[in-house]
């Protein structure tokens, strides 16, 4: 009884917390017809991830042997190789050319400055708005699909859902040179995540061999023909893009799993573990190769690691306090930033956006300018202090000299012995900001007044930018944020307790991983990217102690950042848990009044082309009638399949009568990659098809197409159960049946296991060589 109060509690502080219009209403509408309807006016389907066995695919499988199935699991492995080297070679890309821009600006800014600070915080702007209006104008007029991260989509697609132009290649060109522009130019985003995005194109790309559009495609290529390979190399994609983002192999292989995939098994996570190391060895080689000096400005900084290993070697009792304070910091500042997102970006795409690509771009650029502004301005407000004594043990030079950027900048000051403390955080690359914010031996070298002033700017800048038409990842934003009140509460530490060995970095790390726990709400992969970024085994209790507390809070308010992103763009995402209502509810419940719309097994091509444009279907139900004139369901038909069979006209015949498939000898005139729907694309519509008079007076007999087995359930089981078989199995359909008359037979587990003689190669069922015990 207290456990549903506490629940209803909790549900009704969430619906208080999050009143926002949402598509519910098109949601229930899109169940019953199997297609969504986006916010932005676009639209997205569901995948059929479900094995269709029809004659062809059985007919195919047949033909197949072993030699086939290791040829299969080879080209499997081969894949995940290229995927892992190509996402590489991305990443390698794209961090040379963020950080050489990056550098050239700095330098030539610094060098300005040296004569006039206005001129140089001219320039400094203009560089920055000539990279990001490069990055809006790819977005809007090459690649729409390219703007923001890219995860929701890609893990709307691995949780079946497929969003128009999210995996095509387009949408991979205008994700990396987008990234370049918006990253390069200063905004308050990062490239992480869409360096998932940009391994999910590439490894879908590599599924359905190429892109037919730009002639880039390769017959030796086009091997997956289903739905469920390819989202099996989309998967290893994800994991290789955030192998390459954080040089984390591990944390990729564990953000895959907990994260987008919803649907894991362990042949997957070997294939998976293999493109993520095969990612951190093109990363490591780029890293050497360019230590020579070849790669222009690109250094250490190229690659987010941070390096604590030389921090804080332990912690008392008494930090458990400060270090949970965290947590609970990050998960009320995850929380809220989650929220106030979500009503930008829905302000944004139902009023701003609509009025044309012009009021993106001018919104881009005016935010790209106020960047520049803030980041260049706000240090000359803030007085310099003069440099510590030199620690040679600790390898850092203070000041900084003009063009080098790191801890210590000098920036407006008097004297050549003093740093700009707000500069040296402001006036930087991200990666390098959160190196200073992280580093060790440097206490005092922020004021509190300097971090509480970056962390409101920051703050607001990354909630306005998010959401914007150019390429934009949270991590490293999120990083930058939790780091700086983590340093500010180290600060206090370090007064309060009066311990030299504490390290005001240390609670920076800690505070980037509570916002990111509260904002993003993982916890495991997380925990592993941030030890494997940072290089510092024993801080793992402790980060798992922040992000337990800050997802426990930030639940407490809203769902992770991820799923209202997808919420917002209309992408019904299927969670892990089912809702607690269904378990009072039927699946004939679920069907509510809805009129099913079926066909028989020969059908005239008329009705086909008629009942095709009265609805939205995408599966219906084939009937057949015996002898004795029952009804029988034979199976189920796919629109997309209808579509094939209506544009290729080679099944058309004259005759009413059904084709006989007993004798085996129904000849095969589709290969089975005729029916699988490009991914990312609309495939065959309706208009595409024009049929003639005589056309329209012939029949198809569907019995070859249907899929005969298709999953059902009886009408009176728990919504719940539904809910979970529909997940788990990756389902598109499900047919809802009465009560069935009779039972067959029983299987149970020792029915499922196979015995193989080693000499015969015959195959046996293990319950027929065993009896019943």
Not at 129 to 142: D, E, G, M, N, R
Not at 273 to 300: D, N
Not at 619 to 632: A, K, S
Request: proline share 4%; with cysteine.
């Amino acid at each position: 009884m207290l456990s549903n109060h506490l629940q209803n509690g909790m549900e009704t502080a969430k619906l208080l917390w999050s009143r926002l219009p949402t598509s519910d209403a098109e949601g229930e509408d899109g169940v019953r017809i199997g297609h969504y309807k986006k916010t932005d006016g676009g639209t997205v389907e569901s995948l059929d991830y479900e094995v269709i066995e029809n004659y062809a695919y059985r007919e195919e499988q047949a033909l197949r042997g072993k030699l086939y199935m290791y040829y299969s699991v080879c080209v499997k492995w081969f894949f995940a190789l290229l995927i892992g080297i190509g996402t590489g070679f991305a990443a390698v890309f794209i961090n040379i050319s963020v950080e050489n821009f990056a550098g050239w600006k700095y330098s030539l800014t610094f060098n300005i400055i040296q004569k006039s600070y206005f001129a140089g915080c001219i320039i400094y702007i203009l560089f920055n708005l000539a990279l990001v209006l490069s990055s809006v104008y790819i977005i809007t007029h090459f690649a729409p699909a390219a703007a923001g991260s890219g995860i929701p989509e890609i893990k709307g697609y691995l949780n079946g859902i497929d969003t128009h132009g999210i995996l095509l290649f387009r949408t991979l060109v205008g994700k990396i040179f987008g990234s370049i522009g918006s990253v390069g130019g200063g905004l308050a985003l990062g490239k992480e995540g869409p360096l998932v995005h940009t391994g999910a194109c590439i490894a879908s790309l590599l599924g359905q061999g190429g892109s037919t559009k730009y002639h880039l495609s390769s017959r030796w290529l086009q091997v997956f023909n289903s739905e469920r390979d390819r989202r099996d190399l989309v998967t290893c994609g994800c994991a290789a893009g955030v192998a390459a983002a954080f040089r984390a192999p591990v944390g990729g292989v564990l953000f895959a799993l907990e994260e987008v995939t919803s649907w894991w098994r362990s042949q997957l996570m070997w294939r998976v573990f293999f493109t993520s190391a095969i990612v951190a060895v093109v990363v490591r080689t780029a890293m050497g190769w360019c230590k020579s000096g070849k790669c222009g400005h690109f250094g250490s900084g190229g690659f987010i690691i941070w390096d604590v290993s030389d921090g804080q070697e332990d912690y008392s009792f008494m930090e458990l306090l400060p270090m949970a304070v965290i947590g609970v910091i990050g998960g009320l500042l995850g929380a809220l930033f989650n929220q106030l997102t979500l009503y930008i970006t829905n302000w944004r795409r139902n009023y701003l956006h609509k009025k044309g690509n012009h009021v993106k771009i001018i919104e881009v650029c005016l935010i790209s300018v106020i960047t520049s502004i803030i980041s260049f301005g706000l240090p000359l407000f803030r007085k310099c202090t003069p440099c510590p004594e030199s620690d040679l043990n600790s390898g850092i030079e203070c000041p900084r000299a003009p063009g080098m950027y790191g801890n210590y900048v000098n920036f407006y000051c008097s004297s050549k012995m003093e740093y700009n403390d707000l500069a040296t955080i402001f006036f930087n690359t991200q990666d390098d900001a959160i190196r200073n914010l992280f580093s060790a031996k440097t206490i005092h070298e922020f004021s509190a007044q300097s971090l509480l002033t970056f962390l409101v700017m920051f703050y607001a800048l990354a909630v306005v930018t998010f959401g914007t038409a150019v390429p934009a990842g949270q991590f490293v934003p999120g990083i930058m944020i939790g780091s700086t009140y983590g340093r500010l509460v180290g600060m206090f530490v370090v007064s309060f307790y009066k311990r030299l060995n504490i390290e005001e970095g240390t609670y920076a790390l800690l505070g980037a991983a509570s916002f990111l726990g509260g904002s993003m709400r993982m916890t495991v992969s997380l925990c592993v990217i941030m030890v494997e970024i940072t290089n510092n085994l024993k801080l793992l209790p402790l980060i798992m102690l922040v992000l337990l507390i800050s997802k426990a809070v930030g639940d407490a308010f809203n769902e992770g950042f991820y799923e209202e992103q997808a919420r917002i763009r209309g992408i019904p995402l299927l969670e892990s848990r089912p809702k607690y209502q269904m378990r009072s509810m039927t699946a004939k419940d679920a069907c509510g009044n809805q009129k099913v719309v079926y066909f028989p097994r020969v059908v005239k091509v008329s009705d086909i082309v008629s009942i095709l444009r009265s609805n939205m279907h995408n599966g219906f139900p084939v009937i057949d009638h015996t002898r004795n004139g029952e009804t029988l369901v034979i199976g189920l038909m796919l629109r997309s399949h209808l579509l094939v069979l209506l544009q290729s006209k080679v099944d058309f015949q004259h005759s009413p009568l059904p084709c006989d498939l007993r004798g085996g000898s129904l000849p095969i005139r589709h290969n089975l990659s005729e029916f699988v729907k490009p991914v990312s694309s609309k495939g065959i519509s309706l208009e595409d098809i024009h049929p003639s008079r005589d056309d329209l007076e012939m029949y198809i007999d569907l019995a070859p197409f249907v899929n005969p087995s298709p999953y059902i359930v009886p009408e009176d089981m728990s919504l719940s159960k539904v809910y979970n078989l529909f997940r788990q199995l990756g389902l598109r359909h499900i047919f809802v049946v009465p009560r069935a008359s009779r039972v067959i037979g029983m299987i149970t587990r020792k029915d499922l296991l196979i015995e193989e003689h080693e000499h015969s190669g015959a195959v046996e069922l293990q319950s027929t060589s065993r009896s019943e015990t």
